[in-house]
């Protein structure tokens, strides 16, 4: 029998918030507004209580909204997919239509209705005013396309749009003007490639007019939102940090916590090791930048098909217990809340005909998480024993921790304490409330469990 034992005098992160992006389907279910028949309410109203109500739903409390490109608008650019446009409010240089992407503002005012408290506005490309070649995308691998002399003019959109959407009562906290520069972005969705020097340049533009700007005097830097754990995170976290007028407008570095080997003959046989990647990048924060956070701001299961299970369910919570444990993160935000394509990516799956949606093991197990590890929790030394995985967090009284067995049998375990809740996904439950006998519980197999204790 396995034993669950926490040690609340060993202390490491202090946590922020689970999250999602809206990118991609707010733009969509924002204009359902006929009735849910479970609940009588709107269903772009259901959606938004599932997700980011902590009493209806799961209690994420990070919402990341898309500052789009205008493809939606232009036709532009190789993007197939009608869903992976967006709208951008730039009409000229005289001023903005605030009336633009009204469905996935609304659903953005949705989120912070039910709960959401935190918005960060990312980009993945520049309005398409300001781009080398007029779309949302680049034309070349390797060359960025927002040309250096439209810098200062990409950075005034952001920084209007921040101020717009603060005056309307939005929660914005950051600002991300470069999601996942080192990827080539030559189509299929809107995006830009930046060298560091690029991203270093924008971002040190992007800092100095904020502190021209009171409205923003909260407001920090996201970024750089590299696109794979392994590579160039040091690099374009240097850029980041190394400059004192963007250095004081950043409280963390944001990575994506992807790990896929590119089928490149020379590493396609390699097997990499992705906790020892975890491990040396927080080596190399810990030793060069004492005290700057890092957060996971956007992971999804990049597999083909759509995945209602448990499988895919236990890959994201393993993931999220790694980057918890090694990289120390202090947020950690999924990918699209919800997927209207066949591909293992949103916490629900869209269906846009008929209009309906449906839910996935992945969000109850991000419920597992996100619904019981509240905003200044600090994660504790935790271990389950043999073949299991686990995180805890103490806050106040109450210890937190969740345990994923992703083993094929079940396995037992004597719990501490004498108050406990239990809550357990797996093929069968849907966080459900389950109860110990004596102190023991068996932990079925492939399943996800929180375990809330109180001193």
């Known amino acids: 029998m396995n034993t669950l034992s926490v040690d609340r005098s060993k202390t490491y992160q202090v946590f922020e918030s689970f999250g999602v992006s809206g990118a991609w389907w707010a733009q969509v279910a924002g204009g359902w507004g006929e009735a849910d028949e479970s609940s009588g309410i709107p269903k772009r109203e259901r959606i938004a209580q599932l997700l980011f109500s902590a009493d209806k739903g799961i209690g994420i409390k990070c919402y990341r909204y898309n500052l789009g490109g205008g493809s939606a608008q232009s036709g532009k650019g190789n993007i197939p997919e009608p869903s992976r446009r967006a709208e951008s409010f730039d009409i000229s240089e005289t001023g903005y239509d605030w009336s633009r992407d009204e469905n996935a503002v609304r659903m953005m005012k949705l989120a912070v209705r039910e709960g959401a408290d935190e918005v960060i506005l990312f980009v993945n490309s520049p309005p398409e005013r300001w781009t080398a070649n007029g779309k949302a995308h680049c034309e ?20 209007d749009c921040a101020e717009h959407f603060l005056e309307e009562g939005i929660p914005v906290k950051y600002i991300s003007p470069a999601n996942e520069p080192v990827w080539v972005w030559t189509g299929g969705q809107e995006g830009c490639h930046y060298r560091p020097r690029q991203v270093y340049a924008v971002m040190k533009i992007l800092a100095r007019e904020m502190d021209k700007r009171p409205a923003l005097k909260d407001v920090k830097i996201s970024g750089a939102e590299n696109g794979d754990i392994r590579w160039f995170n040091k690099t374009y976290s240097f850029v980041m940090l190394h400059d004192k007028t963007v250095r004081r407008r950043v409280d963390a570095v944001d990575v994506h916590s992807y790990f896929l080997t ?25 030793i060069f930048y004492p005290g700057v956070a890092v957060k996971t701001s956007e992971w999804t299961h990049m597999k083909g098909g759509r995945d209602y299970g448990i499988d895919s369910a236990l890959e994201q919570a393993r993931v999220m217990i790694e980057d918890l444990k090694y990289l120390n993160v202090t947020s950690w935000q999924n990918w699209i809340a919800l997927s209207n394509v066949d ?12 209009r309906t949606f449906e839910m996935t093991k992945r969000y109850y197990a991000f419920g597992n998480f996100s619904k019981f590890i509240g905003k200044g ?5 935790a271990d389950a024993g043999k073949g299991l995985d686990c995180v805890a967090f103490a806050k106040d009284k109450k210890t937190v921790c969740v345990i994923a067995n992703r083993e094929k049998t079940d396995i037992e375990i004597k719990l501490p304490g004498s108050s406990r ?7 069968q439950l849907n966080l459900d409330r389950v109860y110990d006998s004596g102190g023991v519980i068996s932990l079925p197999a492939q399943s996800i469990t929180t375990v809330i204790t109180e001193d």
Do not use: Q, W
Request: net charge positive; glycine share 4%; charged share 30%.
């Open 343 to 354: 591909y293992c990516d949103g916490l629900i799956y869209e269906n846009d005909g008929p």
């Open 377 to 381: 929790s600090v994660r504790i030394e």
């Open 140 to 159: 070349r691998a390797g060359r960025t396309n927002l040309p250096k002399a439209n810098y200062e003019a990409f950075v005034r959109y952001c920084l």
């Open 421 to 427: 809740e239990i809550y357990m996904t797996s093929a």
């Open 262 to 286: 590119p089928d490149v003959p020379v590493i396609r046989h390699f097997k990499f090791n992705r906790i020892a990647f975890l491990k040396r990048y927080r080596k190399f924060m810990d």
